[in-house]
């Protein structure tokens, strides 16, 4: 046998796919059939609120600016992040298919973190479009262009689809000997890679890259944004005008503070104090999809554009209803 076959067989012999998964989050929980259906009611109310978000903005066309360019592209991913994720939660534990195939435990993967990380990014275009609004007004549709909003976008997305894509690929490249138990509620990347079994340095370098990204740097740029507004609006002699332009800035923060403020409580709780793992999985699954029910119904209840939006459909059915009637 040649050293190419002899290093062919090693490779063989040592590298394990393992043909499926176990998910084993929310185990041994009393009553956590009531959790299940609370997380349809969420998935179910995230659908219509995002939906109808989305056919409010393409049915009006005062709306079709860049502003509602990129609230368009946080309901579209909403609404993808929660379908790639709480159907297959429930599928899972409601109807207890706990184990998943290898291929469909990284399809899951990749989905789930790719949706979040654009969803992240998004606050950040949003935190830019609200930047330029307020610090530079007279120049904000010179600058705020619906290319240039596209054109974010559409790196935003390329940027991570390439990247998460990497970061699972890395994944694909671990054996797993051992244990098959992912003691989460998905195949979350870190419980998943540390059942492998060769070195994962390469991974948690990765990783940690890509939770910087996610979470650490959009705040950051969204908290810079937000001190810029702040200096700009301390200028502004009137009061009545400062308010009515933080006013703008509103939906934007409550958004903001929606996303990363559980994701930040649960990584705090878990690193300065003692959290059962059924309590930290419970908190992860709300962090993934509360902020994704909530965010249509904000952007509409605190934005005046999108009110005016729905009046004005509504008074237009309404005509037409007396018209049909007629």
């Known amino acids: 046998m040649g050293p190419a076959e002899r290093s062919s067989t090693m490779f063989n012999a ?3 796919r393992p043909a499926k998964f176990y ?9 956590v059939k009531y959790f299940y259906i609370f997380l349809c009611f969420v998935y179910i109310m995230t659908v219509i609120g995002n939906v109808f978000l989305l056919v409010v903005i393409y049915l009006v ?3 079709h600016t860049p502003k509602f360019m990129i609230v368009c592209n946080l309901a579209f991913t909403d609404l993808c992040g929660s379908t790639a994720l709480i159907p297959k939660v429930l599928d899972t534990f409601l109807f207890d298919r706990r184990y998943i195939v290898y291929e469909a435990c ?5 989905f789930v973190l790719f949706f979040a990380s654009v969803q992240s990014w998004t606050l950040v275009t949003m935190a830019f479009d609200r930047f330029i609004a307020i610090c530079f007004p007279l120049r904000y549709h010179s600058i705020v262009t619906k290319t240039v909003i596209a054109v974010m976008l559409l790196f935003v997305w390329l940027f991570f689809l390439s990247e998460i894509a990497f970061l699972v ?5 671990l054996p797993f000997f051992g244990s098959i138990d992912v003691q989460s509620f998905y195949c979350d990347h870190g419980p998943l890679s540390r059942l492998a079994c060769n070195d994962r ?4 370098i990765v990783a940690t890259f890509v939770v910087v990204i996610i979470n650490l740097i959009p705040l950051i740029l969204i908290a ?11 200028r502004i002699a009137s009061g009545e005008e400062r308010l009515r332009a933080l006013k ?8 903001v503070a929606l996303f990363f403020l559980p994701f930040l409580g649960t990584n705090a709780a878990v690193i300065f104090s003692s959290i059962h793992p059924n309590a930290r999985i419970m908190n992860s699954t709300l962090t993934h999809t509360i902020p994704a029910l909530l965010n249509p119904i904000v952007y509409s209840l605190k934005t005046e554009e999108v009110m005016s939006a729905i009046r004005k459909l509504c008074k237009r059915n309404r005509l037409m209803n007396k018209v049909t009637k007629k």
Do not use: P
């Not at 998910?23 to 009553?31: A, D, L, P, Q, T």
């Not at 990284?106 to 990749?110: P, T």
């Open 201 to 204: 340095s390469l991974n948690s």
């Open 224 to 234: 810079i944004t937000y001190i810029c507004i702040s200096v700009a609006l301390s």
């Open 248 to 255: 703008t800035c509103t939906a934007h923060l409550i958004l």
């Open 61 to 63: 066309k005062s709306l």
């Open 169 to 173: 690929g890395l994944v694909d490249r």
């Open 14 to 16: 040592t590298f394990v």
């Open 106 to 110: 990284l399809s899951y993967m990749f």
């Open 23 to 31: 998910i084993s989050g929310f185990s041994n929980m009393s009553h």
